[in-house]
């Protein structure tokens, strides 16, 4: 009777070591990846930096393929930036980039390599980049940079009576000239231009900036923008205000003899400032610099 109990026994004690065995086997056969990626942080807004980390063995990852440093145009629109890496550094057991992205949405960094067994991986780790725009705004190149006052309070006052003033006196002389009208022959008159009014507010926001630091590179670039889209609107004779930034540099290079690495250097530098999630100072002699720039560009 207790030989015939222990077959049973030594049966089961047989199949749970083929059990461990095939366990085993199966353990191995599934292939482990010697290589994590990561984001830090895997947030951010545009014009941020994040950092791409890809930590791998030495000799499990082969051929590299990664993006060189400096900005990557976008795939749907060349003439404008995707991203821009900013730093980058290689070793034998990591590939280590500070990425920043000038549009919103969910990106993997275009990162390719092969394994020692040849292979093909690629990045798949997402960022997330949010917008640093309402939900009521498009985009920064869409809205003509409001004409505001950011100096002390009494300038503030001091421009508000001269406008006050000068509405005024306009009233009062086009009051005049309706009551003199019939008495007098017409001479030929030298009216307002509008956009030459248009381009002294922003000459004079301009210098206000300028003169009263800290520079900010967001402010000051949408208010150089309006007045390049007002000087244009003077030669041409037609409105620029409601033109992309890609557009209107599209006309500049079209109407001005500006080299097009130029025109394009310029515009990411609108972009970037622009889209930008933080407050980034610039010199006011860089701003400066910019207004000379482009008032001589403007006068070709």
Do not use: C
């Amino acid at each position: 009777m207790k030989a015939g109990g222990n077959r049973p026994r030594s049966l089961d004690r047989i199949q749970f070591f083929y059990y461990l065995f095939y366990l085993s086997l199966l353990l191995f056969s599934v292939p482990s990846f010697a290589w994590k990626e990561d984001w830090e942080p895997k947030e951010v807004g545009i014009g941020e930096q994040a950092e791409y980390l890809l930590e791998f063995q030495q000799g499990e990852i082969q051929d590299p393929e990664i993006p060189s440093k400096g900005m990557v145009p976008d795939p749907d629109s060349p003439d404008l930036p995707l991203f821009e890496v900013v730093s980058s550094e290689v070793s034998d057991t990591k590939i280590k980039l500070s990425v920043a992205y000038y549009t919103s949405g969910k990106f993997s960094l275009p990162i390719i390599w092969k394994d020692k067994d040849g292979k093909e991986f690629h990045s798949e780790i997402v960022l997330t980049v949010r917008s640093s725009l309402s939900e009521k705004d498009k985009t920064p190149e869409e809205i003509l940079p409001p004409l505001e006052f950011s100096g002390k309070y009494g300038w503030k006052l001091a421009a508000i009576l001269a406008g006050l003033t000068a509405l005024g006196l306009g009233i009062f002389y086009a009051w005049y000239l309706n009551q003199t009208a019939s008495k007098r022959t017409m001479d030929a008159l030298v009216e307002a231009d509008p956009w030459v009014q248009k381009i002294l507010i922003y000459e004079s926001k301009l210098d206000e900036i300028i003169n009263s630091p800290p520079v900010f590179a967001r402010t000051f670039y949408r208010v150089l923008s309006g007045y390049i889209r007002e000087n244009m609107s003077k030669k041409m004779n037609a409105p620029f205000a409601h033109l992309t930034e890609a557009e209107l540099f599209q006309r500049i290079y079209d109407s001005f003899g500006l080299e097009e690495e130029e025109v394009r250097n310029w515009e990411n530098t609108f972009r970037k400032a622009q889209y930008s999630g933080e407050e980034v100072e610039i010199s006011s002699d860089e701003a400066l610099k910019a207004w000379d720039y482009w008032k001589e560009a403007l006068s070709r």
